[in-house]
């Protein structure tokens, strides 16, 4: 167990609708980054946060947004969903905001249809 | 950006096999990590390895930074290392870059 919790685990919803996936870093770390996992494009860095602020981002739709909150834990919204969006997220944290070990959770797979 | 290679793309080993997984990057990295993916989907955290040799039980890294690769040993390997394993290699200070993968099967 990492201590980096996710929820939900499966997200099943339709094309066009909303949705939130949230995340709780381990304790003491300030840094929350997102990933996404699809098969066809591997798994890829979207957005970090740390301690409540935008620090780096990365191929992140204009679609899909995020925020820290003050108790730290995050949450990604993703909007006018489309079956290309389905895939594997994966909320990592870290104690920093520089190059340290990243620690994941255990994900929230998104099935779109 | 950076690209990250790895290989072989798919390895079928029998228990008790030994085995040696591959990362190649095309540029100068400060810090590499390799990661286990169990076919449950979760993600685990195997070694953070900017240079040098870490070993942990069966498992062991190399990273050889000025030459761009890392190299991850699995010895006497079990089922349960079956999975997938991923090399990410830090680009700027927060971007984890990551390789495709190498998909691992262990048969009893």
């Known amino acids: 167990d990492s201590g980096v919790t996710q929820t939900p685990k499966h997200l099943i919803t339709a094309t066009g609708q909303r949705v939130t996936l949230r995340c709780s870093p381990r304790?003491?770390?300030?840094?929350v980054y997102w990933y996404q996992q699809s098969l066809d494009q591997g798994l890829q860095f979207l957005i970090q946060?740390?301690?409540?602020?935008?620090?780096a981002k990365g191929n992140i739709l204009e679609r899909f947004s995020a925020q820290q909150f003050p108790d730290l834990h995050s949450e990604l919204n993703l909007s006018s969903l489309e079956l290309g969006d389905s895939a594997l997220y994966f909320c990592?944290?870290?104690?920093?905001?520089?190059?340290?070990?990243?620690?994941f959770g255990p994900g929230t797979r998104l099935l779109v249809l | 950006g950076i690209q990250v290679e790895q290989s072989p793309p798919d390895l079928i080993l029998q228990e008790g096999a030994n085995s040696t997984l591959r990362c190649n990057f095309s540029?100068?990295?400060?810090?590499l990590q390799w990661f286990h993916q169990n076919p449950w989907g979760q993600l685990i955290n195997l070694f953070y390895?900017?240079?040098?040799?870490k070993q942990n039980g069966r498992l062991s890294a190399t990273t050889v930074a000025t030459e761009r690769y890392s190299l991850l040993y699995i010895s006497s390997s079990q089922t349960t290392d079956s999975g997938v394993y991923f090399c990410?290699?830090?680009?700027?200070?927060?971007?984890?870059?990551w390789g495709a993968g190498t998909k691992l099967i262990i048969k009893p």
């Open positions: 990592a944290s870290s104690l920093g905001q520089a190059q340290e070990t990243q620690y």
């Open positions: 304790s003491g770390d300030l840094s």
């Open positions: 946060y740390y301690n409540g602020e935008e620090r």
């Open positions: 540029d100068s990295v400060n810090n």
């Open positions: 390895i900017p240079s040098g040799t």
């Open positions: 990410a290699v830090f680009q700027g200070n927060y971007q984890l870059i």
